[in-house]
C-alpha cells in the first residue's frame, strides 16, 4: 500500500517545527494560563487552526487538558477568516499560573501535534469526499457498543492508526517496531495508550476493526518520520 491510499497528515514536520519554536517562551518559565494561550495560539494560527479555551472544575490542579475539532460545515463555507480545525486548551479554573520543565513541554507538544494530526486527518478523510459526506462524530466518552461502534468507524480507525504510530515512533525507532511487526509481536503496541484503549475497547486483536487499525498502524509507521 503507497501512502496515497490512505489520508496523510496535514503539514506534520510545520506543526511541530511551529510548536517547538515556543521553548524560549515557556521553558524555565511560570506562565499565565492565558499568555500560554496566547502563544500557542500564535503559534498555530499560520497553520489556521482556532484556539481558545475553557476554565473548568474537572482539570486537577497543576494538570492542562485538550480538546481538538474539525468542522466539515466550516470548511465547506471557506471563510478566510474561520479556522475549520480548533484547539481548546482546559486548564483548572483555580489556577492561573503554570511552570514548565523541557520535559513537561515536550509532552505539551506531543499531546498538542497529536490532538491536531488527528483532526487533520479528518479534514483530509472529508476533503477526500468533497466535503459532500460528514464523518464520525465525537460525542463525548462512552463505554461498551456505544464506544466500540465509535472507534470502530472507518474515519476513526485510521486517525488513530495515525496516533498510535505517532506514540510508538515517540518510544522505539521505525527498524525495531518493524521488526516486531514483521515477527508477529504484537506486544509493543501495547507502549501506545489510545491502542491500549482500543484494546480494551475490543477485547482482543481478533477481529475484522482490530485487524484493519494494526495495518494502518504499520503503513504510518513507514511513512511517518
Do not use: C
Not at 27 to 48: E, H, N, T
Not at 157 to 186: C, M, P, W
Amino acid at each position: 500500500m503507497i501512502i496515497n491510499e490512505m489520508t496523510k497528515p496535514y503539514a506534520y514536520k510545520k506543526l511541530r517545527s511551529y510548536l517547538e519554536a515556543m521553548e524560549p517562551n515557556i521553558v524555565g518559565q511560570r506562565l499565565d494560563k492565558y499568555k500560554l494561550v496566547s502563544l500557542i495560539a500564535d503559534a498555530l494560527d499560520i497553520l489556521r487552526i482556532e484556539v481558545d479555551f475553557e476554565n473548568t472544575p474537572n482539570v486537577s490542579k497543576d494538570e492542562i487538558n485538550m480538546n481538538a475539532g474539525y468542522s466539515q460545515g466550516i470548511d465547506k463555507w471557506k471563510d478566510p477568516d474561520l479556522y475549520p480545525t480548533s484547539l481548546t486548551m482546559l486548564f483548572n479554573n483555580k489556577q492561573r499560573t503554570y511552570s514548565f520543565s523541557k520535559e513537561g513541554f515536550d509532552e505539551l507538544v506531543n499531546r498538542i501535534s497529536d490532538a491536531i494530526g488527528h483532526e487533520r486527518i479528518h479534514q483530509g478523510q472529508a476533503r477526500k469526499r468533497k466535503l459532500q459526506h460528514p464523518g464520525s462524530e465525537y460525542t463525548g466518552p462512552e463505554k461498551g457498543k456505544t464506544e466500540r461502534d465509535y472507534l470502530g468507524k472507518p474515519d476513526e480507525v485510521e486517525a488513530f492508526s495515525y496516533n498510535i504510530a505517532s506514540e510508538l515512533l515517540r518510544r522505539h525507532d521505525k527498524e525495531t517496531i518493524i521488526n516486531a511487526f514483521r515477527q508477529g509481536d504484537l506486544s509493543i503496541l501495547k507502549d501506545s495508550i489510545n491502542f491500549v484503549a482500543y484494546l480494551a475497547s475490543f477485547e482482543d486483536t481478533d477481529n475484522k476493526t482490530m485487524r484493519n487499525l494494526i495495518n494502518k498502524i504499520l503503513k504510518y509507521i513507514e511513512h511517518l518520520n
